[in-house]
């Protein structure tokens, strides 16, 4: 494992194109994109939809291969889904035969622990992310917030080195939303975990990341990267703070233009 | 006014009352023939006749002893192959046109290399219960796991599962709100199969029973045959029902994940 401050995962002038179907034209997602992550980096991919953030994360997690650059970790290549690297999906992902416990254990019995071993760290992580209680209940039987807690825990308990979250609480409420950005804050300071953070949203943005990078669409490409110069852990209070709301609003302002045309002229500027 | 449940309930018996009176004062007054077909208090009689003195019993037995085996035989390669071949391509691509060409044979049409492949045991009739209920479970396998959530397989992978728990732990589960009514179309189809098989070449079952009946001109026997019959067959797809909804408990709400 490399040392915090190192690169542990490159992106090498990586592209990836789509093939077009039924004579429809290839669609490019990603032109060029170098980016180097660092041990323990709290990394966030902002953007508007179709920039391919969505498309790099795949690769970082190895779901997909690049077309032409390389995607290392470690200084090696990445070709299929490995469990050093856990991913949290925007629709859950859990297994809805499986209960909270069940799903949370699933990594941990993938890794031929004893019974009783999993099932005590399985408790652990429900815990941390306030699930204690509902261990016994089915997916569909709990809150779409409550999903995600159990979708985290299940990703972090096999003890990944980096954790890959793709737009994790993009179907959530507002309030459900700051309170799970909240816990996310607290887990990667507890556990100085890298994580790499795809999301639309420059508040979860600023307030996540330790650095933002910034994506356009069409082609899919690196825009712009910005350091976030908060302290860590990330407490509520970050949000009052002159430096957030600095890069906040300087964000708005970079990205407004791109984002009106994204959202079409219809929707106007309101 | 009646909650609808008890109404529905109500008008269910009525109409069934309804039609057992018709039938038995048509059988009374001679319109029709009643050797032809027997009334309805005829062959409660006779049936209680039949259960009384084991016949029923042991024709039945006979008979469930043979869908089973059939039926447990063509589950279980009706499973595997539809996870196969939903799972690689290069399989389907080879064996798809075969399956698909020899799907819509009928089962009974098979009989007679049946009884030249494997005599006149019980392992023809096994073959041709399995021939009827292999294609219902692979056809909703194969649809099963060819619909498997990439998402879903892709959260397995990366958090480390191998082929083997992925199978029993993600493909399997994750199809059988598919399987299980293909399972119990197949419970089904295994049941006439047997029945059918048990016409045209038995000493036992309930098939062999209404045959034979029939030789002997025992129309309330060949009658109570096929109440056994129907009675079985409803039995079958309850209970199939009933496991269905302990096996797949996650499919309560109808909600996704």
Redo the contacts between chains.
């Keep these: 494992m490399s040392g915090r401050g190192l690169a542990q995962l490159s992106v090498r002038a990586v592209s990836k194109v789509f093939a077009g179907r039924n004579g429809i034209a290839e669609v490019p997602a990603l032109t060029g994109v170098n980016l180097e992550i660092r041990s323990g980096e709290f990394l966030v991919l902002l953007g508007p939809s179709g920039c391919g953030k969505s498309t790099l994360l795949n690769l970082l997690a190895g779901f997909t291969r690049p077309t032409s650059g390389a995607v290392l970790h470690d200084g090696e290549e990445i070709g299929a889904p490995d469990k050093r690297r856990t991913v949290v999906f925007q629709e859950y992902a859990l297994f809805p035969w499986k209960t909270v416990q069940q799903n949370v254990e699933f990594g941990l019995k993938a890794q031929g622990l004893p019974r009783r071993e999993r099932e005590d760290i399985a408790r652990e992580w429900l815990s941390v992310v306030r699930l204690s209680g509902f261990e016994d209940r089915y997916p569909h039987e709990i809150s779409g917030g409550m999903k995600q807690r159990a979708a985290i825990a299940r990703a972090i308990a096999p003890d990944p080195e980096v954790l890959l979250m793709d737009e994790p609480f993009g179907a959530l409420d507002a309030q459900t939303r700051v309170l799970l950005q909240e816990e996310v804050a607290r887990i990667s300071s507890e556990t100085g975990k890298t994580i790499v953070f795809v999301t639309h949203s420059i508040d979860e943005a600023v307030f996540l990341g330790d650095r933002i990078v910034v994506m356009s669409s069409r082609p899919g490409r690196v825009r712009e990267t910005h350091e976030v110069n908060l302290p860590r852990p990330r407490v509520p209070g970050v949000r009052v703070e002159k430096t957030y709301r600095e890069l906040v609003e300087m964000l708005w302002t970079s990205l407004r233009p791109e984002w009106q045309t994204e959202t079409g002229a219809a929707t106007g500027t309101a | 006014m009646l909650p609808p449940r008890a109404k529905r309930l109500g008008l269910n018996l009525v109409g069934a009352a309804a039609i057992l009176l018709a039938w038995e004062a048509c059988a009374g007054l001679d319109i029709i023939n009643p050797f032809l077909l027997p009334p309805p208090s005829r062959l409660l009689s006779t049936f209680g006749e039949m259960l009384g003195n084991g016949l029923l019993l042991t024709h039945a037995a006979a008979s469930l002893e043979r869908v089973m085996v059939g039926f447990l035989i063509a589950a279980f390669m009706g499973m595997a192959a539809g996870v196969a071949l939903g799972w690689w391509n290069t399989a389907s691509e080879l064996l798809q046109p075969i399956i698909e060409a020899l799907r819509p044979i009928p089962p009974i049409a098979w009989t007679p290399l049946a009884i030249l492949w494997f005599g006149i045991g019980n392992a023809p009739r096994y073959f041709l219960v399995f021939v009827g209920a292999v294609f219902p479970v692979f056809v909703n396998t194969f649809a099963a796991v060819r619909g498997l ?1 990439r ?2 397989i ?9 082929s083997r ?1 992925l199978l029993t ?2 493909v399997i ?2 199809s ?1 709100p598919i399987i299980f009514p293909g399972l119990r179309i197949a419970l089904g189809v295994g049941w006439m199969c047997v029945v059918a098989a048990e016409l045209i070449a038995a000493q036992s079952g309930l098939g062999y029973l209404i045959q034979q009946s029939r030789l002997l001109l025992q129309t309330q026997n060949v009658l109570t045959g096929m109440i056994a019959i129907g009675i079985i067959g409803f039995a079958m797809n309850a209970g199939m029902l009933w496991l269905e909804r302990r096996l ?6 109808g ?3």
């Design positions: 959530d998402t879903q892709n959260a397995a992978l990366c958090l480390g599962a191998g728990l732990d993600v589960p994750a059988l797949i408990p996650w499919r309560a709400a909600a996704h994940p």
